[in-house]
Structure formats: C-alpha cells, structure tokens
C-alpha cells in the first residue's frame, strides 16, 4: 500500500532534491522550505437561521522575492493548513517557472459551500478579506479563485476590499467578471495554457504526426474546457474522459459530441447514461492505449500501484499533484514524459498576471492579444524547462523546479536575503 504524503512535506522533498542540484547549501534550501507567513483567521456568519457561525480561514504567504504573493482562495471542508503551506509553495514555483513577477501565496476556508444559501456564502466571502484586509492588496497579495469558488466570489471579495479603501481597488483580486474589471480569456486561460505547451511538446518530443488519441480526466473547468479546445483541432482526438463517479471511451472519438456530452454533465451532474460510449471507470481511463493522458481532477492519481500501466507517452498534468513521487520514478524509467503541473496549468495565473497588469493601468486588451502574451510565456517556458532537463540529465518536473528556483534564489541573492 503507498504511503499517503503530506502535500507540504512532498514538494519540500521536490524541492531539497531540485536545490540540492543546484548546488545550494542548507541555509538557502531552509529559506526555500519554509512560508515567511501563515494566518489562521475567525469568520464569523450570521446564517439564515439567526445563529452565528464561525468558520476557520487559512492565507499562507510562502514567498515574495520575486514579487507579491499571488494565489487562489478554496472553499472546502478538508481545507487544511499543511495543504495551503504545500499550494502557497507550489504557486511560488509556478509563478517563478513561468517568469512572471509574483510571489506565492495560497488561502482556504474550512467549510462545505454547497451547504450554503447565496447570501451565507457572500458573508462567509465579504467577512474572509475583512479579517485578511490588512495583509492583502495590489501591491502585497492578489487572492483568485480557487475550488468552489468563483467570478461572483472574487466579485464580492473585490466589492469588499473596496469598501474598506474607500474606492475601487480592481487590482486587490484576479478572477473577476468582466463586468467589474475582469480579463477576457480568463476562464479558459488553464486549460489554453495546457493546450500550447501540449502542441509544442508534441513537436519537441517527436510525437508521430497524425492525430493524437487523448485521455482526460476530470470533466470541470480545466478538463472541459480543454476538451472544448481539442473538438476544434484535428490534430487531436479525446476517446475518453471521465468525472469523480465515472468516466465514459468511444475509440472512434468524443469530439463531435462535445457539447452534448458538456450538457449532460451539467443537467444530470454526471456522465453516466450517455448513449453509444462504453463506460469506464477513472482507473481504467488513466490505463488507455491513447497518445495523451490528461489528469486535470484531484492529486495522487497517478501511483506506484498504476504507474507501470500507463501507456501514454506524455502526461500533461492540469491537475496540481496528479502524481505521486513513486509514480515520478516508474514514469521517467519508462520513458514517459510528464509535463509537471507547476509549468502545464500555470495558464490560470498567467492571465491573472494580464488581468492585474490592466487593472493597475486601466487599460484592457482584446482576446487576441492576451492569447498571443500567454502563448509565448507558455511555449518560451517550456523550451527552457527542457533546456535544463537536458543540460542536468534529469526529468521535466526537476527541470522546472530548478528553473524555478534559480529565479527565487536570485531574486533573494539580490535583496541581501541570502
């Protein structure tokens, strides 16, 4: 049976192993290791039934050499503080791997959203950045969505901090409606991002030309909206994809069906009875014979127990921490390229980084010149990444942490912090 790892004790094994390469010394390696801040804060909510409830808030600030902590907000009720450590981390990396000037940063609130009204969920929302206030803004930490939250909860958080300024303060959140300074392509920025790394890693590596058969799992924003992304380029071809329940195959391919397959997810919240596919399971799906395999749902999918199963010759990972360290060995020693999630789903900050940038200057740009910014930060990511992973003899993953790092370790070189 494999161990489960804690999430923040698994990327700092990542990254004492990536640092250690570097040839960094222990001191250095203890500044990478640890947040520079983690507050835990009280919200309490008058729900609809006239009783106060008080929920617990996390916002971890990992590291900011590089710029202000950047990162998501999730409202879920396994929201842990060691797993906001660990995804505060993993945003600093993934900021760093893509070169833009952030830091990162990651907040959670303990509590089960779908138990909520509307109005208990915009007091829950509005009282977490009024207890957070003081250590969040434009030019200190710029929250975004997460897991269960969305455009209308950035909305009423930015409404919120706004308030208390005195004045609009648009640049405070990312992930906001278009209508109150949002971004276009913001939505579909994850999985867009994905896709360009995808296209010009099939080229990088190889890849037999022709259409490529594609698994993917997870059916939400991310593994929707790149199936969405694949039904218009025939150059690939998903034969499967699946939700948290099941998962449903056609070797024939899906694309065609995209919008009835979408539509039945969201009426029936499932995938089961979808007529002409053959139903799979999650395990099965991630064991394919396809080209391409997308784990864009929760982490650890990918483990010892599977690993040597995969027959997939790339790993596109839009899910943070789809595979298991064990897993990482069984894949590089098969020849499996996996490209890490710090550098395959950094599209989602990519354009919260333009949409920042925007709010600051009042100034919006068209959707084609944000896809054209977010394409070459992507693909320019992607050729260094493996630059390193050549030049070191080691995988993608380690490549991108090395990358990554070399950016923070600079940054605090420079500032006399190291």
Known sequence: METKVDPFENMVKIVENAAS??????????MLTHPQRAIEVSIPVRMDSGEIEVFTGYRVQYNNARGPYKGGIRFHPAVNLNEV?????????????????????????????????????????????????????????????????????????MDEFSKIKGYNVPGVITGKPLEVFGSKGRIIATSLGGKYV???????????????????????????????????????????????????YDENGLDERVEEILNHKKEKGCLKGISNVKEISNEELLELDVDILIPAAIENQITKKNADRIKANIILELANGPTTPEADKILEKNDVIVIPDILANAGGVTVSYLEWVQNLQNYYWELEEINSKLRKIMIDSLVEVNRIREQHGVSMRIGAYMLAITRVVKAMKARGWV
């Open 198 to 248: 995808l296209e010009k890693a099939v080229e990088m590596f190889g890849l037999k030309k022709g259409t490529l058969k594609v698994a993917i799992q997870g059916i939400g924003n991310v593994g929707g909206g790149i199936f969405k992304l694949f039904s218009e380029d025939p150059m690939f071809r998903v034969v499967a994809i699946s939700d948290s329940r099941s998962g449903i």
């Open 85 to 157: 450590k660990a995804l505060a981390g993993w945003m600093t990396w993934k900021c760093a791997v893509v070169g833009i000037p952030y830091g990162g940063g990651k907040g959670g609130v303990i509590v089960n959203p779908k138990e909520l009204s509307e109005r208990e969920l915009e007091e829950l929302s509005r009282g977490y950045i009024r207890a957070l206030a003081p250590f969040i803004g434009p030019e200190k930490d710029i929250p975004a969505p997460d897991v269960n939250t969305n455009p209308e909860v950035m909305a009423w958080m």
């Open 21 to 30: 390469k570097l040839g960094y010394d222990k001191s250095v390696i203890n």
